[in-house]
């Protein structure tokens, strides 16, 4: 019933939304004079805001059609490697004799397409031969396909790294970083001979017992019932996964949105600002970002209630307690992080992650207890929030370097970085993980210690607590 509530109001606000689509075609026309004038502007402006607020938003294309690899523009297609019901494997084809690292970026299935990782794939491209996972939205694929749940996702994770072979570099954003270590836990212990070289996992649930947020709050709070009953429901027959149970787009991006509302709002008076002001580069960013935040898919139930449980409610993996069933045999393996010793391991994190916080992610590293130290990273970013991880300019410009050097130092085939890419973003020495340094615990301190320094400054400046590099 939620569903066809939701559809209902997108139908009847579907007057409004055309008048304001026109009136925003005849006050934004350049070749109307009333256009250039505040009055048009501002008209101009209100129109496009509402037309904005009741319309939704399809799933965007990647768009990148090329790369700067050594001086040289280099053309990009897209290429399906492997289709299944739930996803498909996509490759950026450079057209371009290269030997870089192979990556496999693990998109997250928690409401958005694969391509709010634009940013992350184009930054990889000139150094790296990019594959991403793009996830189907649920409410697209007939019930005759079957369910999917968090089982039949780590198969599937498990199922890509074997197709793309022992030397592939898998990068874990957000959600999928509790797959990607369950999957390469599993191929350790059954000595699968294509493991993966390495693994990154960027802020990540791997122990959300570690530093609460909203969402790890509300997971705990609730029984998996209430989730069950609230949350849940169904695809209306006029879809192609009609019947099909569904958690919902729309409520996950409701609850995002919820946990930033002044932010939002801001960003839209600010962009209604710009429109009345003639900016239309501020403007045409917000509206790029938002088409993208805005355009959102549905998860099968299935799969969204065993992650709240498996992951936010019994924590089964930092318990060292979750098991696999396989969905081909049925049989259920043990999950043992401690199997893992050829895949080298970075996590990443960012000081002002409020999905992922601090603590999160680092939490692999106890797991992985006969993981040699040398094959152990982790990188803590200031002055970034969760999206601002794998998107943005200290992405591109701190991050990116560090994990490029991170593959490149476990990957003897690959060939050397391009002098002149090395001079636009060079190359940074990775930061081994340190138990001391590196701790939530470790963390804390050094956060007490840097207010007590602007507090007193005069008196205890030069305490070696303060660590200025994290």
């Known amino acids: 019933m939620l569903y066809h509530l939701y559809d209902l109001q997108h139908a009847l606000l579907t007057p409004a939304r055309i008048m304001a689509e026109t009136s925003r075609f005849i006050y934004q026309n350049p070749w109307n004079p009333i256009a250039h004038t505040p009055a048009g502007r501002t008209l101009g402006a209100g129109a496009e805001m509402i037309s904005r607020l009741t319309r939704r938003f399809g799933k965007p294309e990647f768009g990148l059609h090329e790369t700067m690899i050594d001086g040289k523009t280099i053309k990009i297609s897209e290429k399906t490697i492997l289709e299944k019901p739930f996803c498909t494997l996509t490759r950026f084809y450079r057209h371009a004799r290269r030997n870089d690292p192979k990556v496999l970026v693990v998109a997250p299935m928690s409401g958005?397409?694969?391509?709010?990782?634009?940013?992350?794939?184009?930054?990889?491209?000139?150094?790296?031969?990019?594959?991403?996972?793009?996830?189907?939205?649920?409410?697209?694929?007939?019930?005759?396909?079957?369910?999917?749940?968090?089982?039949?996702?780590?198969?599937?994770?498990?199922?890509?790294?074997?197709?793309?072979?022992?030397?592939?570099h898998v990068v874990a954003v957000c959600q999928p970083a509790v797959p990607v270590l369950v999957a390469t836990a599993l191929m350790a212990s059954m000595n699968d001979p294509k493991q993966p070289a390495t693994i990154t996992l960027m802020g990540g649930p791997i122990d959300t017992r570690i530093s609460k947020t909203a969402v790890t709050e509300l997971a705990e709070e609730r029984p998996l019932s209430w989730f069950e009953n609230t949350v849940v429901t169904t695809v209306p027959c006029y879809y192609p996964g009609g019947f099909r149970k569904v958690y919902p787009g729309f409520l996950q991006l409701s609850g995002f949105m919820s946990m930033n509302l002044d932010r939002h709002v801001g960003k839209y008076m600010d962009f209604f600002n710009h429109l009345v002001q003639g900016d239309g580069d501020s403007a045409e960013a917000h509206r790029k970002f938002y088409n993208e935040y805005l355009a959102v898919m549905d998860i099968t139930a299935e799969f969204y209630l065993q992650t709240v449980e498996t992951v936010f409610q019994r924590h089964l993996l930092p318990r060292n307690k979750m098991k696999w069933r396989n969905p081909k045999t049925g049989v259920l393996h043990d999950v043992v992080p401690a199997d893992i010793k050829k895949t080298a391991l970075l996590t990443i994190e960012g000081e002002l992650d409020d999905i992922s916080a601090h603590g999160q992610t680092t939490a692999a590293h106890p797991l992985c207890t006969n993981l040699a130290p040398e094959k152990q990273f982790h990188h803590f970013q200031e002055n970034v929030g969760h999206y601002g991880i794998f998107n943005g300019r200290r992405w591109q410009q701190e991050i990116m370097p560090r994990m490029r050097t991170f593959m490149r130092q476990h990957d003897a085939k690959a060939d050397p970085v391009p002098d002149a890419d090395l001079k636009a973003s060079p190359a940074l020495r990775p930061e081994q993980w340190d138990e001391k340094k590196h701790s939530l615990q470790a963390v804390l301190a050094r956060k007490k210690a840097k207010e007590k320094v602007q507090k007193f400054p005069r008196a205890v400046d030069s305490s070696p607590m303060v660590d200025a590099a994290e």
């Open 112 to 168: 958005h397409f694969s391509t709010l990782l634009r940013g992350t794939v184009e930054a990889l491209l000139p150094h790296h031969d990019v594959y991403i996972t793009e996830w189907i939205d649920a409410r697209q694929v007939s019930l005759t396909e079957g369910r999917f749940n968090l089982d039949d996702y780590i198969e599937y994770v498990m199922e890509f790294i074997q197709e793309l072979g022992p030397d592939v």
